[in-house]
């Protein structure tokens, strides 16, 4: 069974950083494409980034390149999400999501969510 | 970017009713389009792939439908668990992006 267990949200001021955890299990984590998706309190949902299976691809929503890095460990079978300069829009939940398939960008299986909330 | 548009945003449909919802893009994103389902306090669900195939697990009653820039997703007869809201996801062009969904109410 696959499962995504997220951590490290919190309240941050505005300008502060956090990095968001997501251990992974139940399936060769290395072969998989991972995505990161928030969804600010009752709104949509809006893909933030996705990082190929070796780590050596990344994508990012343009609201959040050169703030936001996506990173993983596959020794670790855990996935990250470094926030930085964030802004009072970044308050989302915030939900780790494995691919369908190896290279695939539709989302499977998702984590529970891990709140994210910026505020002074 | 492809923007992915929803309709309605709300129905208001009766168990056993058929629900059609829409999603309608900006530009073509050929087949690459996904259907999920959300409940409060819950995750998405994944319940269609490649405009028309199901998910591991997903109920026959759920159908979608479309091409290039119109998308149907078809549930042909409520089930009192599939109150919830409804989303279309592309992955034809970065950036990925999702409708702004359709919630499907108890008349």
């Known amino acids: 069974e696959v499962q995504l267990l997220a951590s490290g949200g919190g309240l941050v001021q505005p300008g502060g950083s956090l990095r968001l955890s997501c251990a992974a299990s139940?399936?060769?984590?290395?072969?998989?494409?991972m995505s990161w998706v928030r969804q600010a309190p009752g709104k949509g949902l809006e893909w933030v980034s996705t990082?190929?299976?070796?780590?050596?691809?990344?994508w990012y929503v343009d609201s959040v390149k050169g703030r936001f890095t996506v990173s993983r460990d596959n020794s670790k079978n855990t996935l990250y999400l470094q926030v930085n300069s964030l802004r009072a829009e970044d308050t989302a939940l915030y939900y780790c999501?494995?691919?369908?398939?190896?290279?695939?960008?539709?989302?499977?299986?998702w984590g529970q969510g891990i709140l994210v909330t910026v505020s002074s | 970017e492809t923007v992915l548009t929803q309709s309605p945003a709300t129905v208001s449909l009766s168990p056993g009713e058929r629900a059609t919802l829409s999603c309608r893009a900006s530009?073509?994103?050929?087949?690459?389009l996904a259907w999920y389902q959300q409940k409060p306090g819950q995750a998405p669900r994944l319940l269609i792939y490649?405009?028309?195939n199901r998910a591991t697990g997903i109920p026959a009653r759920f159908s979608g439908s479309g091409s290039g820039t119109d998308f149907t997703l078809t549930i042909s007869s409520l089930e009192p668990e599939d109150f919830a809201v409804y989303y279309c996801?592309?992955?034809?062009?970065?950036?990925?992006?999702f409708g702004g969904g359709t919630k499907v109410e108890i008349k």
């Open positions: 990082l190929t299976g070796g780590g050596h691809s990344t």
């Open positions: 530009q073509s994103v050929s087949n690459s």
């Open positions: 139940g399936f060769t984590f290395s072969d998989y494409s």
């Open positions: 999501a494995k691919a369908i398939a190896p290279t695939s960008s539709y989302f499977e299986d």
């Open positions: 490649d405009a028309s």
């Open positions: 996801q592309q992955r034809n062009n970065w950036p990925l992006t």
